[in-house]
C-alpha cells in the first residue's frame, strides 16, 4: 500500500480540470527519501512545454510505501 499526504492549501488550483465525472487534480509522485521515514515526495503535475523550460510542480506533501509483510 501507498499513503500520500497533501496540504491541500498548496494546490495551485489553475491545476484543477473539469473531467466528464468531476474536477481532478494530476499529481506525480516521486521517489525521494527523507529524514521523516517517507518514500518521497507528491507534486502537481505539469505540462511537457513547462517541464522543457526547467518549471517544477508545486510540492503538495509526501508518500510512503508501506510493504505488505508475509506471513506464515
Known sequence: ?????ID??????????????????????LYEPDDFGNTGKVRQSISKE???RGVKGE???????FKK???K
Open 50 to 52: 513547462e517541464r522543457d
Open 8 to 29: 491541500v492549501t498548496k494546490i495551485n488550483k489553475a491545476r484543477i480540470f473539469e473531467g466528464k465525472k468531476g474536477k481532478y487534480l494530476d499529481l506525480v509522485l
Open 59 to 65: 510540492e503538495i506533501g509526501t508518500w510512503k510505501d
Open 1 to 5: 500500500m501507498i499513503f500520500a499526504k
Open 69 to 71: 509483510t508475509e506471513t
